[in-house]
């Protein structure tokens, strides 16, 4: 995520740069582009969390889905991402 994320920055930077932006308003609008990106991402992961549940008939608790969407750290998303296809219950990708 962090080549992407450099990757990103150095687009919104090598266009200001060409537009004539000054470095201050360079550096905000790669900061706020970073955030959405990520904010966007993490949303797409917990998403994914939850279909592959639903799509393997697990059912999902209004409870679940509120903790899975709520989840803001990417290494937790992974690991509830790889659990997934392993349980017979939602809640156990919580374990």
Do not use: N, Y
């Amino acid at each position: 995520m962090e080549s992407l994320l450099a990757e990103g920055r150095a687009e919104c930077e090598a266009r200001a740069e060409a537009e004539g932006w000054p470095e201050t308003l360079v550096e905000a609008w790669a900061q706020r582009w970073a955030q959405g990106w990520v904010k966007g991402w993490v949303k797409g992961q917990a998403k994914s969390v939850l279909k592959h549940l639903q799509h393997r008939g697990v059912a999902v608790s209004d409870e679940v889905r509120e903790r899975v969407m709520a989840c803001r750290d990417e290494a937790t998303l992974d690991r509830w991402l790889f659990r997934a296809p392993h349980v017979s219950s939602a809640e156990e990708i919580f374990d």
